[in-house]
T-cell receptor, first 113, second 115 residues
Framework: DADVTQTPRNRITKTGKRIMLECSQTKGHDRMYWYRQDPGLGLQLIYYSFDVKDINKGEISDGYSVSRQAQAKFSLSLESAIPNQTALYFC????????????FGPGTRLTVL | AQSVTQLDSQVPVFEEAPVELRCNYSSSVSVYLFWYVQYPNQGLQLLLKYLSGSTLVKGINGFEAEFNKSQTSFHLRKPSVHISDTAEYFCAVSDGGGGGNKLTFGTGTQLKVEL
């Protein structure tokens, strides 16, 4: 079984709809991250959480919100989706100590029409 | 603030030829450096990482990278590529100090291996 899972893997929605992307991990890591990937831009950090009660904005948090329901679950919401939020979204995890390596989920491809 | 520059957006190369993917970084503190690979329709997978010690780092699938502090570079190399190496490669830097585990990624280099 995959250590970091994301649901759904693909989603097509319409402008103005509320969307939630979910991430779960079985690695026991306390830190979790949400990124978006756009062609030619690499990965940009949206939000990150160092534990259940510690949530922080990343580089591009406008238009997004997150919820850390448990150590193993970190959800990303788009309150009112817009077309320029069409992208590939990745969840990642890491430990609090160690070497800062992050472990990535398979991604969610979101299309906003 | 730290940043990563990958100068080459695409690198075409013939199978069995050597390849170098370039990465330069800027940071005011000591850093940890990473190379990740993304195969089509998949997530990112770690190729190798530099934390400290030997500046030549060996990773999976025959890749290696050399940390050069004076040139602030961490170029990725492979002496002989295979068709299966076709993928996008991302260089990333993390603040090795108290900034948390946040990674800053480059914009990626698409490696296309041709017959």
């Amino acid at each position: 079984d995959a250590d970091v899972t994301q649901t759904p893997r693909n989603r097509i929605t319409k402008t103005g709809k509320r969307i939630m992307l979910e991430c779960s991990q079985t690695k026991g890591h306390d830190r979790m991250y949400w990124y978006r990937q756009d062609p030619g831009l690499g990965l940009q950090l949206i939000y990150y959480s160092f534990d259940v009660k510690d949530i922080n904005k990343g580089e591009i948090s406008d238009g997004y919100s997150v919820s850390r329901q448990a150590q193993a679950k970190f959800s990303l919401s788009l309150e009112s989706a817009i077309p320029n939020q069409t992208a590939l979204y990745f969840c990642a995890t890491s430990t609090s100590g160690g070497d800062h390596e992050q472990f990535f989920g398979p991604g969610t491809r979101l299309t906003v029409l | 603030a730290q940043s990563v520059t990958q100068l080459d957006s695409q690198v075409p190369v013939f199978e069995e030829a050597p390849v170098e993917l370039r990465c330069n970084y800027s940071s005011s503190v000591s850093v940890y450096l990473f190379w990740y690979v993304q195969y089509p329709n998949q997530g990112l997978q770690l190729l190798l990482k530099y934390l400290s010690g030997s500046t030549l780092v060996k990773g999976i699938n025959g890749f290696e990278a050399e940390f050069n502090k004076s040139q602030t570079s961490f170029h990725l190399r492979k002496p002989s590529v295979h068709i299966s190496d076709t993928a996008e490669y991302f260089c990333a830097v993390s603040d090795g100090g108290g900034g948390g585990n946040k990674l800053t990624f480059g914009t990626g280099t698409q490696l296309k291996v041709e017959l």
